[in-house]
């Protein structure tokens, strides 16, 4: 053996170089925090289909988390309690149709090319989110208890009406839509065309004896929308 620091053959040997483990500290935090917002991610996709299929009442905490696949607890280590997991449901609920609008990009579109292009968004949001329909019913029978609790609701939505009421003045202006015409009340015929199809759409086959949540009848109703609404705010 040579001894450690002796010379061989001219050269010194110098003490072997141990290897250094890496911190796990920091590793465990980075990969643990990815697992509580997969966990939060989760149990909201799984609370959004229980609200909307029990509404708030029949939904149940047990069912909500069995669906997620995650520990009961985690339900209020990341929400507090029933009453707020459904509000933070609603909110993204919301977030998910104005993310929708702002791709549009509205403002640097021709009014009549912007008008319609947010009539039919906003009919095919319902369409491809028949949750968000089913949320809106629930919260109405609690008269938007839960939406009142969202601090940001109103900012998140306000502006929607101020980019409405650009598109409006713009067209009043080339003369293609009438003046005066209110961006809160134009909105809510918008929004209530397609809301009430998709509110009723099974009673209203069994009545008429019609599938209308058939692919071309949903289709012909989004035509029928949009020309509608194009017709009555003309002047």
Do not use: C, W
Request: aromatic share 8%.
């Amino acid at each position: 053996m040579v001894a450690v620091g002796a010379k061989q053959r001219g050269r010194v040997v110098k003490p072997p170089v141990k290897a250094v483990a890496k911190p796990l500290r920091r590793a465990g935090r980075i990969a643990g925090g990815e697992a509580e917002r997969n966990s939060r991610e989760l149990l909201l996709a799984a609370a959004q289909s229980e609200f909307a299929s029990r509404g708030f009442e029949g939904a149940r905490v047990d069912a909500i988390a069995n669906r997620a696949g995650v520990n009961k607890q985690l339900v209020y280590h990341h929400f507090g309690n029933k009453d707020d997991l459904y509000a933070k449901v609603l909110e993204l609920a919301y977030d998910g149709i104005r993310e929708r609008e702002r791709a549009l990009d509205l403002a640097r579109l021709k009014p009549a090319t912007a008008m319609r292009r947010l009539i039919a968004m906003s009919f095919d949001y319902l369409a491809e989110n028949r949750d968000f329909v089913s949320l809106l019913t629930d919260e109405n029978l609690h008269k938007g208890k839960h939406l009142k609790q969202i601090l940001n609701l109103q900012r998140l939505n306000t502006p929607l009406l101020g980019t409405l009421d650009d598109i409006l003045r713009r067209g009043a202006a080339e003369g293609i839509f009438r003046k005066g015409l209110d961006p809160l009340q134009v909105y809510v015929s918008i929004a209530g065309l397609g809301f009430f199809y998709f509110n009723n759409i099974y009673t209203l086959t069994a009545i008429f004896g019609r599938n209308l949540d058939a692919p071309e009848a949903v289709a012909t109703r989004r035509r029928h929308v949009v020309d509608l609404m194009m017709s009555a705010l003309r002047p």
